[in-house]
């Protein structure tokens, strides 16, 4: 175990590294869904104001926003492994004296490190423009961050998964797209009840709108309910979903 942790810290290492020499993922992590809260905020947001309750949409759109940056973090880390599997990194890796898992886990906790600043970024900014939460106090914000951090760490499994599988780095830009158009397709921006009845039925169940339900109602005051518990089953079915997807698939390359 000891051995396995020592081998991953590295690997960490490896990726922030490659991260600070590279940091045009970083950039786009970060720029993308600030861009996308400013448009929505001041393109949309005089429109939409009126469906959240008479409340600013600002105070409604952020905690949502939040999970923005989970959802692309599956892009980015699907290229990565893929990028790895097809350069011939991982074969001179298994040479080594090294625990092999060690090569996924370094990737998923440079990628969570990289999710949580740009999450820290986005809601700055959303601060600047006029975001103020409904008398949250700190351990309700250290929650709210929880379940991001948590999130982002499950999504990333999933990542790990559809970059092994992708048979070079353009096609894991592209598997993940579903998981990147989640977020639009659920309460993250706009209440259901606006929605049609049939898109409103897909909203309420698909995993994004639990969490940021959850993350609202920590932030805003408004009523969770089973959101939470229904958020985090989602995130446990999805972390050691994407875990086992990707253990496996990791396995059938390495001894092919």
């Given at each position: 175990?000891?051995?396995?942790?020592?081998?991953?810290?590295?690997?960490?290492?490896?990726?922030?590294?490659?991260?600070?020499?590279?940091?045009?993922?970083?950039?786009?992590?970060?720029?993308?869904?600030?861009?996308?809260?400013?448009?929505?905020?001041?393109?949309?947001?005089?429109?939409?104001?009126?469906?959240?309750?008479?409340?600013?949409?600002?105070?409604?759109?952020?905690?949502?926003?939040?999970?923005?940056?989970?959802?692309?973090l599956v892009?980015?880390?699907?290229?990565?492994?893929?990028?790895?599997?097809?350069?011939?990194?991982?074969?001179?890796?298994?040479?080594?004296?090294?625990?092999?898992?060690?090569?996924?886990?370094?990737?998923?906790?440079?990628?969570?490190?990289?999710?949580?600043?740009?999450?820290?970024?986005?809601?700055?900014?959303?601060?600047?423009?006029?975001?103020?939460?409904?008398?949250?106090?700190?351990?309700?914000?250290?929650?709210?961050?929880?379940?991001?951090?948590?999130?982002?760490?499950?999504?990333?499994?999933?990542?790990?998964?559809?970059?092994?599988i992708a048979?070079?780095?353009?096609?894991?830009?592209?598997?993940?797209?579903?998981?990147?158009?989640?977020?639009?397709?659920?309460?993250?921006?706009?209440?259901?009840?606006?929605?049609?009845?049939?898109?409103?039925?897909?909203?309420?169940?698909?995993?994004?709108?639990?969490?940021?339900?959850?993350?609202?109602?920590?932030?805003?005051?408004?009523?969770?309910?089973?959101?939470?518990?229904?958020?985090?089953?989602?995130?446990?079915?999805?972390?050691?979903?994407?875990?086992?997807?990707?253990a496996s698939?990791?396995?059938?390359?390495?001894?092919?």
């Open positions: 175990m000891s051995t396995a942790l020592a081998d991953s810290t590295t690997m960490l290492r490896r990726n922030l590294l490659r991260a600070k020499r590279y940091p045009s993922m970083t950039i786009s992590l970060i720029v993308m869904p600030v861009f996308l809260l400013l448009l929505f905020n001041y393109i949309f947001g005089g429109a939409l104001e009126s469906s959240t309750g008479g409340d600013k949409y600002i105070n409604y759109l952020a905690p949502g926003m939040m999970l923005m940056i989970p959802a692309y892009a980015g880390i699907s290229v990565s492994v893929a990028m790895d599997m097809t350069q011939g990194l991982v074969n001179r890796f298994r040479t080594m004296h090294i625990s092999q898992t060690s090569m996924l886990t370094g990737q998923v906790a440079g990628t969570w490190i990289q999710g949580m600043l740009g999450v820290g970024v986005m809601t700055l900014v959303a601060v600047l423009i006029g975001f103020r939460s409904h008398d949250a106090n700190v351990l309700e914000w250290l929650a709210a961050f929880g379940l991001v951090g948590v999130t982002i760490f499950a999504l990333n499994w999933l990542g790990v998964a559809f970059g092994l048979q070079n780095p353009e096609s894991a830009s592209n598997l993940p797209m579903p998981i990147i158009m989640l977020p639009f397709l659920g309460s993250g921006l706009v209440p259901t009840d606006t929605m049609p009845t049939g898109v409103k039925q897909f909203a309420e169940y698909q995993p994004f709108s639990p969490i940021a339900e959850t993350i609202r109602g920590l932030l805003m005051g408004t009523e969770i309910g089973k959101n939470g518990w229904v958020a985090l089953a989602w995130i446990l079915v999805i972390g050691v979903g994407g875990y086992l997807w990707s698939a990791f396995k059938r390359k390495t001894d092919a």
